[in-house]
């Protein structure tokens, strides 16, 4: 029996990437004012790079912290053009503003409204947003993220951390994401039940197989309650 749910957010609840388009052009303009080399230097996608090589080269060991590691780019960043890299914290905090700013697939909200009529909702993410500063909040009992926890998706470990954290065993707890091997694979290794949230229409390719496979959030709840 279900007792308790476990959401993803990015690419769940809302696109991801006009969230970080609108971001990294936040912190561009930020840039451009404030470290103008930095800016002409480091456009968007040579700083993804350096983010990418901090994660595979310097730090690998926080790659579970995506803010971390882009605060750190940015730091690098700064340091490379002789501009002072303490300029990364105020940079970071214009990024992770506009992080914040989602716009929600259109049956986010009325699925979570009918799951947390019958369950508590936990989220369960590797990304940098916040439940309550992206206007959600009082749709969950709580989140855990990867930076919390050190530990990314889809290992168990995390699985683990969101049900103590709700107080259900992993065979009580339904996990809902879009990722087949980061949310589905990491879910069922976990000992939990898993919805594929499938909206692309894309076969299934991943290792087991998901409880459910979802065209769209409304088909879970109607899932659940017997519906279909």
Same mark, same amino acid.
């Given at each position: 029996?279900? /007792?308790?749910?476990?959401?993803?957010? !990015? %690419?769940?609840?809302?696109?991801? +990437?006009? *969230?970080? &388009?609108?971001?990294?052009? &936040?912190?561009?303009?930020w840039m #451009?004012?404030?470290?103008?080399? *930095?800016? %002409?230097?480091?456009?968007?996608?040579?700083? #993804? &790079?350096?983010? !990418?090589?901090?994660?595979?080269?310097?730090?690998?060991?926080?790659?579970? $912290?995506?803010?971390?590691? /882009? #605060?750190?780019?940015?730091?690098?960043?700064?340091?490379?053009?002789?501009?002072?890299?303490?300029?990364?914290?105020?940079?970071?905090?214009?990024?992770?503003?506009?992080?914040? %700013?989602?716009?929600?697939?259109? $049956?986010?909200?009325?699925?979570?409204?009918?799951?947390?009529? /019958?369950?508590?909702?936990?989220?369960?993410?590797?990304?940098t947003a $916040?439940?309550?500063?992206?206007?959600?909040?009082?749709?969950?009992v709580g989140?855990?993220? +990867?930076?919390? =926890?050190?530990?990314?998706?889809? !290992?168990? #470990?995390?699985?683990? +951390?969101?049900?103590?954290?709700?107080?259900?065993?992993?065979?009580?707890?339904?996990?809902?994401?879009? $990722?087949?091997?980061?949310?589905? %694979?990491?879910?069922?290794?976990?000992?939990?039940?898993?919805?594929?949230?499938? /909206?692309?229409? &894309?076969?299934?390719?991943?290792?087991?197989?998901?409880?459910? =496979?979802?065209?769209?959030?409304? !088909?879970?709840?109607?899932?659940? *309650?017997?519906?279909?």
């Amino acid at each position: 029996m279900i /007792r308790a749910i476990t959401i993803d957010l !990015d %690419e769940t609840l809302w696109p991801v +990437a006009p *969230v970080i &388009a609108k971001a990294e052009a &936040a912190l561009v303009a930020w840039m #451009r004012a404030n470290a103008p080399v *930095v800016a %002409e230097r480091f456009p968007p996608p040579v700083m #993804r &790079a350096l983010r !990418d090589e901090i994660i595979t080269q310097i730090e690998p060991h926080r790659q579970s $912290d995506m803010g971390h590691v /882009r #605060r750190t780019a940015i730091a690098h960043a700064l340091h490379a053009v002789g501009d002072d890299p303490a300029k990364a914290h105020e940079a970071y905090a214009v990024f992770d503003a506009a992080r914040q %700013e989602v716009e929600l697939f259109a $049956d986010a909200i009325p699925a979570l409204i009918a799951l947390g009529a /019958r369950y508590p909702i936990l989220a369960l993410s590797n990304g940098t947003a $916040d439940i309550h500063r992206t206007g959600l909040g009082h749709h969950f009992v709580g989140a855990v993220s +990867a930076a919390e =926890i050190g530990i990314s998706k889809p !290992d168990a #470990r995390i699985f683990h +951390a969101a049900c103590e954290r709700l107080g259900y065993v992993p065979a009580e707890v339904l996990h809902i994401g879009d $990722d087949p091997l980061l949310d589905v %694979e990491g879910a069922l290794a976990a000992g939990m039940k898993a919805v594929w949230l499938n /909206r692309s229409g &894309a076969a299934w390719r991943g290792t087991g197989r998901p409880d459910r =496979i979802a065209n769209g959030l409304a !088909d879970i709840p109607k899932w659940l *309650v017997g519906d279909t």
